[in-house]
């Protein structure tokens, strides 16, 4: 069975529109934060150097769906689980719920690249220290 991450975020003021009600755009920082707090939870980083090499996972595509409003103040859980491992290629799925109740599910799939500061990213495949770490939490069918 897979392993899941389970966090909590609470929607700050600032997140928040003039009816208090969280803005669409503040689901995809959220969506991120909880990314990269289940990265740090397993010990890496979304920008490490292995074997000299700077490397990160820039987005290649976000989404999210709204279930129902959350506003200001809310504790919403996140809970995010890995749908898919790629050779180079990460997708998570992200289900943000309030007491049990839906209010979002986002989906991300980022890209394991090599960062260069002269250069665009160029992917590469996925180190096997974070293959070790990660594949406990994909989702199996």
Known sequence: MSQVYITQRMVEFADTDMAGIMHFASFFHYMESVEHEFIRSLGMSVY????????????????????????????LDARLILTRIGRSSLSYQIDFSRMGQPVAVGEVTCVCCHIYHDRPPESTPLPDEFLEVLTPFLVTT
Request: proline content about 7%; hydrophobic content about 30%; overall charge positive.
């Open 48 to 75: 490490s150097q292995i074997n000299g090499q700077s490397i990160s996972f820039p987005r290649v595509s976000a989404k999210c769906e709204f279930k129902s409003p959350a506003k200001c103040e809310d504790v």
